[in-house]
């Protein structure tokens, strides 16, 4: 089985791609339009900057080849979504070139190629089949990636597209809800020919989508049919794939070159520009740089790079086992409070130093980390965590059956903690109860 | 031209096409066609580029503005709460 993916992102420009529209939520349909997104005959696009310094660093990002010279074609497209007939996109000169990307560091996935287009506008169906168009999408710059079919399962496709929008988020800055700007057109095929489903909207419903192409395919190859080259929609309330229209082909697109938009010289920018590193490549670094867990990398940078970064600090001011133990530990715990306050992270760094020249003690540190960390007070810490304790020793005083439990099952520790959340109705984090439980526990050893 | 293409052309632009009306449009794009023969007889060009008279590394900043008002666009347009009309979808 052969699957290829094409995943269209829209990015995150301020404007839109050929005109000066604002690309921002509207309050109501075609409020952010002009003549040009509109396509209004005697318009004139004007490619915006930024498109292009975010399409070259997907470019680099997925170790593509650029060219200095790139130029925009236009793509016939009779819908009423795009009004001017046809989409400006990039045929023969696209932004990068071939390209390879490894899902988990390990399997090499081709890119065979990273363009830049417009997106059109949105088409919405009324009760008489008659239909109603919305042109504030229309123009909202895209980068359309392209893999070559070296995707082996539905499920090795969900992984790869979680893992390139993790990566795409990091480097460009995209939104939190960057995964339903996120489209993609999945190409399979389980014998000779291939069926396109266009348009599939988020990971499960990738995978959803692939994995009944591949039973219905294989169904009709295997009662001796024959699968017709076409392109697909997905439903997905039905979870089913539905024939649209016989596949295009690229010489009914009759592309042309854009001469309004002219040609581009990139070089210069291509030379300056430098992408930060992805989570994924910052997670093998760790694991080879500090010879680190893959697993305890990955759920550093999976919670923030941020964490990683004041490890990599501490690892380097005092060593790399004090290092994970805070950054695991307290620091993540407390992660979701700090980022809400607007306060650098030196300070942490101090404490933790301040511990391990042995001018603190381990509760001390933990209790001022927490109390810069919350921004509450030592003495309010303190006692929350004074009355966690008396709560978890309670119930293990109750249940001693846990401690011995748990010297050979680290879950019997699940037990105190969904006592104690229930008890205190959330008014304790759960890494919290988690910390106090493990260390009450091991005290009674 | 063959009436095949005429077909496949008609198809891609989504005209639904008469029986007369292909015939005649067999001929005409023939005639059509014929005309841009005399560019066969034109010089190979040099180099790479999209026009003639060369268009090159013109963007602008991503600076968000409206100029026009869009009430004004939708005017002479068929709308119905805000969206425009479009055709009827199979
Ligand atoms: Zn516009």
Redesign the interface.
């Given at each position: 089985m052969k699957i290829g993916l094409e995943v269209h992102v829209q990015l995150p420009?301020?404007?839109k791609m050929f005109c000066?529209?604002?690309?921002?939520d509207a309050e109501?349909?075609?409020?952010?339009?002009?003549?040009t997104c509109?396509g209004?005959p005697g318009s004139r696009p004007?490619?915006?900057?930024?498109?292009?310094i975010y399409g070259i660093m997907l470019a680099k990002m997925l170790n593509c080849s650029i060219d200095d010279?790139t130029?925009f074609s236009r793509k016939?497209y009779?819908y009423?979504?795009m009004?001017k007939s046809v989409q400006i996109t990039q045929y023969d000169h696209p932004i990068g070139g071939a390209g390879m990307y490894y899902l988990n560091g390990k399997t090499p996935i081709r890119i065979t190629r990273i363009h830049l287009e417009e997106d059109p506008g949105k088409?919405?169906?009324v009760g008489?089949?008659?239909?109603?168009?919305?042109?504030n999408r229309s123009g909202i710059p895209l980068a359309e990636i392209v893999t070559e079919p070296d995707l082996k399962t539905p499920a090795q496709a969900r992984e790869f597209l979680g893992q390139l929008i993790a990566d795409i988020r990091h480097v460009i800055d995209l939104p939190g809800d960057g995964e339903r700007s996120i489209r993609c057109d999945c190409n399979l095929s389980v014998g000779v020919e291939r069926c396109e489903v266009k348009n599939v909207t988020g990971l499960k419903n990738v995978e959803r989508a692939l994995t009944f192409e591949m039973i219905r395919q294989t169904k009709i190859l295997k009662s001796g049919g024959k699968i017709v080259r076409e392109t697909r929609r997905f439903d997905e309330e039905r979870g089913v794939t539905i024939s649209v229209r016989k596949k295009?082909l690229e010489s009914?697109y009759?592309y042309i070159?854009?001469?309004?938009?002219?040609?581009?010289?990139i070089k210069n920018m291509v030379d300056s520009i430098h992408i930060k590193e992805s989570p994924l490549n910052m997670t093998l670094r760790l694991v080879k740089q500090y010879g680190i867990d893959e697993n305890t990398a990955r759920q550093l940078v999976s919670t923030s790079t941020k964490i990683a970064e004041i490890f990599e600090e501490l690892a380097k001011t005092t060593d790399v086992q004090t290092a994970i133990s805070w950054t695991t530990g307290m620091i993540s715990a407390n992660w979701k409070a700090f980022e809400m306050r607007d306060e650098s992270h030196e300070h942490i760094i101090e404490l933790v130093k301040t511990f391990k020249d042995g001018n603190m003690t381990d509760t001390e540190c933990n209790l001022e980390l927490k109390s810069f960390m919350t921004g509450t007070s030592v003495e309010s810490v303190k006692n929350a965590s004074a009355d966690l304790e008396v709560i978890i020793n309670k119930f293990l005083d109750g249940n001693p059956e846990i401690v011995e439990d748990s010297r050979k099952n680290d879950k019997a520790a699940n037990r105190v903690i969904g006592h104690v959340m229930k008890e205190t109705g959330g008014s304790y984090s759960s890494a919290d109860i988690v910390a106090a439980t493990k260390k009450l526990i091991s005290a009674r050893f | 031209m063959d009436r095949d293409i005429i077909e496949r052309v008609a198809r891609a632009a989504h005209l639904a096409l008469t029986e007369e009306e292909l015939t005649r449009y067999s001929k005409d794009l023939d005639d059509i066609l014929d005309y841009f023969k005399v560019l066969d007889e034109a010089p190979d060009c040099e180099g790479i580029g999209v026009n003639p008279i060369e268009v090159a590394d013109i963007l602008r900043e991503d600076e968000p503005h409206m100029d026009i008002d869009t009430d004004r666009l939708l005017r002479d347009m068929k709308t119905y709460e805000g969206y425009v009309r479009g055709p009827r979808l199979s």
């Amino acid at each position: 089985m052969k699957i290829g993916l094409e995943v269209h992102v829209q990015l995150p420009t301020e404007s839109k791609m050929f005109c000066s529209c604002p690309t921002t939520d509207a309050e109501a349909p075609n409020t952010h339009v002009c003549p040009t997104c509109l396509g209004m005959p005697g318009s004139r696009p004007v490619l915006n900057k930024q498109a292009v310094i975010y399409g070259i660093m997907l470019a680099k990002m997925l170790n593509c080849s650029i060219d200095d010279t790139t130029w925009f074609s236009r793509k016939t497209y009779f819908y009423p979504d795009m009004s001017k007939s046809v989409q400006i996109t990039q045929y023969d000169h696209p932004i990068g070139g071939a390209g390879m990307y490894y899902l988990n560091g390990k399997t090499p996935i081709r890119i065979t190629r990273i363009h830049l287009e417009e997106d059109p506008g949105k088409t919405k169906r009324v009760g008489d089949l008659s239909s109603l168009v919305d042109y504030n999408r229309s123009g909202i710059p895209l980068a359309e990636i392209v893999t070559e079919p070296d995707l082996k399962t539905p499920a090795q496709a969900r992984e790869f597209l979680g893992q390139l929008i993790a990566d795409i988020r990091h480097v460009i800055d995209l939104p939190g809800d960057g995964e339903r700007s996120i489209r993609c057109d999945c190409n399979l095929s389980v014998g000779v020919e291939r069926c396109e489903v266009k348009n599939v909207t988020g990971l499960k419903n990738v995978e959803r989508a692939l994995t009944f192409e591949m039973i219905r395919q294989t169904k009709i190859l295997k009662s001796g049919g024959k699968i017709v080259r076409e392109t697909r929609r997905f439903d997905e309330e039905r979870g089913v794939t539905i024939s649209v229209r016989k596949k295009e082909l690229e010489s009914d697109y009759g592309y042309i070159d854009e001469p309004d938009l002219g040609i581009f010289h990139i070089k210069n920018m291509v030379d300056s520009i430098h992408i930060k590193e992805s989570p994924l490549n910052m997670t093998l670094r760790l694991v080879k740089q500090y010879g680190i867990d893959e697993n305890t990398a990955r759920q550093l940078v999976s919670t923030s790079t941020k964490i990683a970064e004041i490890f990599e600090e501490l690892a380097k001011t005092t060593d790399v086992q004090t290092a994970i133990s805070w950054t695991t530990g307290m620091i993540s715990a407390n992660w979701k409070a700090f980022e809400m306050r607007d306060e650098s992270h030196e300070h942490i760094i101090e404490l933790v130093k301040t511990f391990k020249d042995g001018n603190m003690t381990d509760t001390e540190c933990n209790l001022e980390l927490k109390s810069f960390m919350t921004g509450t007070s030592v003495e309010s810490v303190k006692n929350a965590s004074a009355d966690l304790e008396v709560i978890i020793n309670k119930f293990l005083d109750g249940n001693p059956e846990i401690v011995e439990d748990s010297r050979k099952n680290d879950k019997a520790a699940n037990r105190v903690i969904g006592h104690v959340m229930k008890e205190t109705g959330g008014s304790y984090s759960s890494a919290d109860i988690v910390a106090a439980t493990k260390k009450l526990i091991s005290a009674r050893f | 031209m063959d009436r095949d293409i005429i077909e496949r052309v008609a198809r891609a632009a989504h005209l639904a096409l008469t029986e007369e009306e292909l015939t005649r449009y067999s001929k005409d794009l023939d005639d059509i066609l014929d005309y841009f023969k005399v560019l066969d007889e034109a010089p190979d060009c040099e180099g790479i580029g999209v026009n003639p008279i060369e268009v090159a590394d013109i963007l602008r900043e991503d600076e968000p503005h409206m100029d026009i008002d869009t009430d004004r666009l939708l005017r002479d347009m068929k709308t119905y709460e805000g969206y425009v009309r479009g055709p009827r979808l199979s």
